[in-house]
């Protein structure tokens, strides 16, 4: 079978397309084709560290990424109440069509912005652009509030001089995701509805059309875009053409 490896540590260039035997099942395994599949990083996020419920007010911030768009969707689904932040103006309007109740262009004054209408602070925060925003994040949700981190639009540059005693606000609750654990024991994927979020995919509730879609052998095209945060949506590759 043709599979996708990777033989060292690198960028795209070092994804290589090669031959492996076929896979044999052991005794109460399957062997499952795939079709196709997606690039980036989300349910666990929402229902999971953010423990969510009908009528709260969830920020998502960097909405207008593959994850944040699910998010999104998801979130106004389940009956949140969404603002929504991106940096670019241009892209409010498509965050409102998603089901955001509030679209803001992002900045470094988020939380203030966000206190002014909800003085007492909001419920959750689930921020995908990373560090360079985290703290802010932190000061927008009220006590026993939830920040979840799940994402590094923004870039991986650390926290300078990070005092979590003095910079995260008492009673807030902070946590990381990272999709790399689906499958371990304490994150098994039967905690995951993935029949229910496909039967809404298919009945139109989720709006999850691909933004861009690539065949096999473009797989290094595929992470390139992903990795420069253009896609402004899901990538999807197809394993087989037609």
Not at 195 to 223: M, N, S
């Amino acid at each position: 079978m043709r599979a996708i490896v990777i033989n060292e540590y690198g960028g795209p260039e070092q994804l290589i397309i090669k031959e492996l035997p076929e896979p044999k099942p052991e005794p109460g395994q399957v062997v499952i084709e795939v079709k196709a599949f997606g690039l980036n990083p989300a349910w666990a996020c929402l229902f999971g560290n953010l423990d969510l419920k009908r009528g709260q007010t969830l920020l998502i911030r960097g909405a207008t990424s593959a994850l944040g768009q699910a998010a999104l969707n998801i979130a106004a689904h389940a009956g949140s109440r969404v603002i929504a932040s991106t940096r670019s103006p241009e892209r409010l309007v498509k965050l409102e069509s998603l089901g955001a109740e509030t679209a803001l262009v992002d900045a470094h004054d988020l939380s203030r912005r966000v206190r002014d209408s909800h003085p007492a602070g909001i419920d959750a925060v689930l921020d995908l652009v990373g560090n360079s925003t985290l703290l802010d994040s932190l000061a927008m949700v009220r006590r026993h509030g939830r920040v979840c981190q799940a994402g590094f639009l923004g870039g991986l540059s650390p926290l300078e001089s990070f005092n979590p005693l003095l910079q995260v606000p008492s009673g807030v609750h902070f946590s990381f995701f990272g999709s790399f654990v689906f499958g371990t024991p304490e994150f098994p994927l039967s905690d995951i509805p993935f029949q229910e979020i496909l039967d809404r995919v298919a009945h139109g509730v989720y709006q999850a059309k691909p933004a861009r879609t690539f065949v096999f052998d473009e797989i290094r095209d595929a992470h390139r875009l992903m990795e420069s945060n253009q896609a402004n949506g899901k990538i999807v590759v197809k394993v087989a053409a037609g």
